[in-house]
């Protein structure tokens, strides 16, 4: 059997498919959250086709999984009008509350999600064809991160429970919200990286419009009930439709105070552009990575190759985080290679529920043709794919290719492939990989593998001023979630962290006064009969 035919062999019959993976049923969403209800939909509706593959009497085609609303401005207007109103310049239930009873209502709605664990892994799964292990992770990292940013908030607000008194001024400094947040998430972790900034900037007090990625859609309609049901009506709204037919509107309304966007620095730009009041605009933004990893001659290969593997190919490369170009130095390239694609030939293949797996079909329809394009770029300016079978796809799955020698003249030695491809670049002289950080528009990690203390310490001091993030030994990544996420130049803008996101979604106000006897009476009264939410010396265990 030809690699090809063994490429195909991997998709199932529809019959065939496991019952335990399958999904009850198709999610056909006709409703959307809006203003505290499900509004019902009758318009236009998108059809949602899993990346998995199924054998037809036509081939191999897409299994269609559901569909969900297409809606228009119209619709995202009065959203946004319901975030607004639920804002109320401040004044709203829901930014005025406690935060005891904020966190409350987030307890409450996490419980409520973790009952919909099943579906919500399931529909991961299906929507973006990642594995039924990393899918669970996802959902249960996710929960983690709730739980997380409720203990770092009460532990920022047992810290601001006291008064400060400087030069006979006494003041509660305290953090505030900012107003309506539209929150727009990424595919390839579509529930965990969109908690991540939905969650902390909706218990600050802000009001929210969400926006579902465009693959990994129907996963978020499990749990429209649970926010209607545990948030005061209009603090969040779930909005659908194209993005360039309902976004650049909401922008354009001046009405957001807040964008948070992980996704294309091309697309952020313009969003901002179009705010017409750009200084009252905050921007948290998680945008492309471009991120290398740097094997000197002084490395130990096979712990590089083991992590360039892991961070190369890791749900097929689609992560921001993914080391995208790999500088190996000459005297070590041949032994690197060789064991590379050997580590590459080890990795399990096939449907996403199969134990084990590693790489499976890829949810973007166009992507093959775009991968394909970068190798026969590459191949025209003299590299080549250097491991066995890289680069042949059948259906929704490619296979990893390894492209060797990469330079500067290819689109993989710039573009952010965001695919199962592992461009390698030859140097001799570590200011060349230097270089090639400070030219880049990107900067979020790098890796550096050595085993050379000196050599590492004289990367580390050049490159922490390129990139956010300077790994040793190891694989670029998020996490922990506890450690500050962010970049350089185009690729990101602000700062994620459990403690960050807080901060990035409220500002410090503070209540201040004089230290007089009428001031210090009027004070003890409002604290005593607990009259102000803001005011307060209350302590949350």
Wanted: with cysteine; aromatic share 10%; proline share 5%.
């Amino acid at each position: 059997m030809d690699f090809n035919s063994k490429l195909s062999g991997i998709f199932y019959a529809d019959k065939d498919i496991p019952t335990e993976f399958t999904l009850p049923s198709l999610v056909h969403q006709r409703e959307y959250l809006s203003n505290g209800e499900m509004r019902e939909w009758n318009g236009p509706v998108h059809e949602v086709f899993s990346p998995v593959c199924i054998h037809t009497e036509n081939g191999l085609e897409r299994k269609l999984i559901g569909s969900y609303p297409v809606c228009t401005e119209k619709e995202a207007m009065e959203s946004l009008d319901a975030a607004v109103a639920a804002y109320n310049n401040g004044r709203g239930e829901w930014p005025t509350m406690g935060l005891a009873e904020r966190i409350n209502c987030v307890e409450r709605f996490t419980g409520k999600m973790i009952e919909q664990k099943d579906i919500i892994v399931k529909l991961i799964m299906w929507e973006i064809g990642k594995s039924v292990a990393d899918s669970n992770k996802e959902f249960d990292r996710t929960v983690e991160y709730i739980y997380a940013t409720i203990d770092s908030l009460k532990n920022l607000d047992r810290d601001s429970s006291g008064f400060e008194i400087v030069d006979g001024i006494a003041a509660q400094v305290r953090r505030s919200p900012l107003g309506v947040v539209l929150c727009m998430g990424p595919f390839n972790y579509p529930l965990n990286e969109t908690f991540t900034t939905l969650i902390p900037a909706l218990i600050m007090g802000n009001t929210i419009l969400f926006k579902p990625p465009k693959f990994g859609t129907l996963l978020h309609y499990p749990l429209q009930e649970a926010f209607r049901d545990c948030f005061p009506k209009g603090v969040v709204n779930v909005i659908y439709g194209r993005g360039n037919a309902i976004v650049p509107g909401l922008m354009q309304s001046g009405k957001i105070n807040v964008l948070t966007l992980i996704g294309s620095s091309k697309v952020a730009n313009e969003l901002k552009k179009s705010h017409p009041k750009v200084n009252r605009l905050r921007a948290v933004l998680g945008l492309d990575a471009k991120n290398a990893a740097i094997v000197t001659s002084n490395a130990d290969i096979s712990l590089a190759v083991k992590e360039t593997l892991s961070g190369s190919l890791s749900f097929n490369g689609q992560r921001c985080t993914a080391l995208k170009i790999v500088w190996v130095h000459r005297s070590k390239v041949d032994l690197f290679l060789s064991e590379f694609s050997k580590a590459v030939a080890e990795l399990k293949y096939g449907m996403p529920w199969e134990k084990g797996v590693s790489l499976t079909p890829l949810p973007e329809t166009n992507k093959i043709e775009y991968l394909n394009s970068c190798i026969e770029d590459a191949q025209l300016h003299g590299a080549q794919v250097v491991n066995e079978n890289g680069g042949q796809s059948a259906g929704s799955f490619f296979y990893p290719a390894v492209v060797y020698p990469v330079n500067n003249k290819m689109k993989l030695y710039y573009e952010e492939q965001f695919g199962p491809i592992v461009p390698v670049v030859p140097f001799d002289d570590l200011e060349e990989t230097i270089s090639y950080l400070i030219e880049s528009t990107h900067g979020q990690q790098v890796s550096i593998f050595s085993e050379d203390a000196g050599e590492v310490a004289a990367l580390i001091d050049p490159l922490v001023n390129q990139v956010s993030r300077v790994n040793i030994n190891s694989q670029c990544q998020r996490g922990p979630d506890v450690f500050p996420f962010t970049g350089r130049k185009d690729s990101a803008e602000g700062t994620l962290s459990v403690a960050d996101a807080i901060r990035s979604f409220s500002i410090r106000s503070l209540v201040a006064f004089k230290m007089n006897d009428s001031n210090k009476q009027l004070i003890n009264q409002i604290v005593k009969e607990d009259t102000s939410n803001f005011l307060s010396t209350k302590f949350i265990f």
